[in-house]
């Protein structure tokens, strides 16, 4: 379909740093890198990996070390030489994991939520956005988050407030936003304000406006899927506009959206959501002010969901997504102007030798990693291996049954750990290629992460197999 491009506004590259962060080195080749395929902006969730000091030093990460001053800035300084506005995101409401004490919890059995009664979670939020604001001289915008605040009116506190006439779950989500908001134009009145729009989704727009938000923030509208609803959508970015909200913002995805431990991304997916947010932004009204587009690249759901796919495997994907914008449409133009740029013949991982062409690194930041990954994805999902202790010979030889009993035929047995062998070889080759790659644009603990996340759980039946039949060769020895 063909699709006006994308109107005037911000082309944000999301970085989420809540896992994988990128070592500096890594991190200035992405932006440069970001900037030549037409971003303008980054949209920097710094979580763990921010260099909070004094008493929120704790907030720092633990597996890694948490970027240091001169890095952060350093990382700002080479964005706007490449012509990309840094955009700050904070969470200050959901999705806090690990932000907070236990006193500070809506519930104890939701650590991502913030109690919105308590003073001292003001005072939590406002120093964090302190420091992260003035380690961003002449920050222009900050994002505050506010998306997926789960069990909220759950808390005792919150129950007690609900319990006073008229009051609901929605004007408690908006006064704890409209109280943040507000202090933060407060303390920097020349700052815009950005938050995700879902949890006012189902809001009216006489619920909006009375809320105090309107001239407070911009909101932001995320959806992720390759079948946006058009129509619903364009409906919600008017509804907003009504409410005195007209400055609004999209967020798309390039990864991290498909399956919470996908490693590697469907560029179709992700090009196919990207043209349904060409239709929306055709589709509103002139009061319906467009700000920009955030390509969210997320790396975990949540602080303590496992790794998505890792930046290089996907910069394939990030790149279509970008020339799709640019262009209306991801057309034969666009497809040659992001294979040329990256070297690599195909934008999908699943065309045959997509890496083999001569192109060096420099085209394509963390190309040797990309192709280390799809390989060895590939491998782990294939039946062969993933399903190898339910094959015929396994199960009819070398079952639970026989090993425990000691009950095996040599030739037979001999054949499995032959294989199981050879499997676990080739596996074992390409993670300690991988790993070395890796842990030369992350952090040693991602490699870690990563392995133990998705080799391990494929290669253990096949270690057990080994090990079963040694003990069994051991028993039946004459």
């Known amino acids: 379909m063909n699709n006006a491009p994308w109107p005037k506004g911000k082309k944000l590259v999301h970085l989420d740093l809540k896992g994988a962060p990128p070592r500096v080195g890594y991190l200035h080749k992405l932006i440069e890198l970001f900037s030549?395929?037409?971003?303008?902006?980054?949209?920097?969730?710094?979580?763990?990996?921010?260099?909070?000091?004094?008493d929120l030093k704790l907030l720092q990460a633990t597996q890694h070390p948490a970027y240091s001053r001169e890095e952060v800035l350093s990382m700002q300084e080479f964005a706007k030489s490449k012509g990309l506005e840094v955009i700050p995101l904070v969470q200050t409401f959901g999705h806090m994991e690990e932000k907070h004490t236990t006193i500070l919890r809506e519930t104890a059995s939701c650590i991502g939520t913030l109690t919105p009664h308590r003073e001292e979670g003001l005072q939590l939020l406002m120093e964090m956005m302190k420091q992260v604001v003035e380690l961003h001289p002449g920050v222009k915008t900050l994002h505050i988050g506010a998306d997926e605040v789960y069990l909220l009116g759950e808390g005792e506190e919150s129950k007690l407030w609900l319990s006073s006439p008229e009051r609901t779950v929605e004007q408690l989500f908006l006064s704890h936003v409209t109280k943040v908001a507000g202090a933060v134009k407060a303390?920097?009145?020349?700052?815009?304000?950005?938050?995700?729009?879902?949890?006012?989704?189902?809001?009216?727009?006489?619920?909006?406006?009375?809320?105090?938000?309107?001239?407070?923030?911009?909101?932001?509208?995320?959806?992720?899927?390759?079948?946006?609803?058009?129509?619903?959508?364009?409906?919600?970015?008017?509804?907003?506009c009504s409410a005195g909200l007209s400055d609004v913002w999209a967020a798309s995805s390039f990864k991290g959206s498909t399956c919470v431990h996908t490693c590697v991304p469907s560029t179709q997916r992700h090009l196919e959501n990207h043209e349904r947010w060409l239709q929306v932004a055709a589709s509103v009204s002139a009061a319906v002010h467009l700000q920009g587009i955030a390509l969210t690249g997320w790396q975990r759901y949540d602080h303590l969901s496992v790794l998505c796919e890792l930046?290089?495997?996907?910069?394939?994907?990030?790149?279509?997504?970008?020339?799709?914008?640019?262009?209306?449409?991801?057309?034969?133009?666009?497809?040659?102007?992001?294979?040329?740029?990256?070297?690599?013949?195909?934008?999908?991982?699943?065309?045959?030798?997509?890496?083999?062409?001569?192109?060096?690194?420099?085209?394509?930041?963390?190309?040797?990693?990309?192709?280390?990954?799809?390989?060895?994805?590939?491998?782990?999902?294939?039946?062969?291996?993933?399903?190898?202790?339910?094959?015929?010979?396994?199960?009819?030889?070398?079952?639970?049954?026989?090993?425990?009993?000691?009950?095996?035929?040599?030739?037979?047995?001999?054949?499995?750990?032959?294989?199981?062998?050879?499997?676990?070889?080739?596996?074992?080759?390409?993670?300690?290629?991988?790993?070395?790659?890796?842990?030369?644009?992350?952090?040693?603990?991602?490699?870690?992460?990563?392995?133990?996340?998705?080799?391990?759980?494929?290669a253990a039946p096949l270690q057990r197999i080994m090990e079963d039949f040694s003990a069994c060769v051991t028993e039946t020895q004459p």
């Open 311 to 458: 930046m290089p495997a996907a910069l394939p994907s990030l790149a279509a997504c970008l020339q799709t914008l640019i262009l209306g449409q991801f057309s034969a133009e666009a497809q040659r102007h992001v294979t040329e740029r990256l070297g690599i013949p195909s934008v999908e991982y699943f065309v045959p030798c997509v890496f083999r062409t001569s192109a060096d690194d420099s085209l394509f930041p963390g190309r040797r990693l990309a192709e280390l990954t799809v390989e060895l994805n590939a491998l782990l999902n294939s039946d062969d291996i993933r399903f190898f202790d339910n094959n015929m010979y396994v199960r009819g030889w070398f079952s639970p049954f026989h090993r425990q009993r000691k009950m095996v035929t040599s030739l037979i047995t001999r054949q499995i750990h032959s294989q199981a062998s050879t499997y676990l070889a080739t596996i074992q080759e390409k993670v300690e290629a991988l790993k070395e790659e890796m842990v030369r644009l992350y952090p040693d603990s991602t490699a870690e992460e990563w392995i133990e996340e998705h080799v391990s759980p494929v």
């Open 187 to 240: 303390k920097w009145p020349n700052i815009s304000i950005i938050m995700w729009d879902d949890m006012m989704r189902e809001m009216s727009p006489e619920t909006l406006k009375a809320s105090g938000l309107v001239g407070l923030v911009q909101p932001m509208l995320w959806d992720y899927t390759p079948n946006l609803d058009v129509e619903k959508t364009v409906s919600l970015l008017e509804k907003y």
């Open 36 to 54: 030549q395929l037409g971003a303008d902006g980054l949209l920097v969730e710094y979580e763990d990996m921010f260099p909070y000091e004094g």
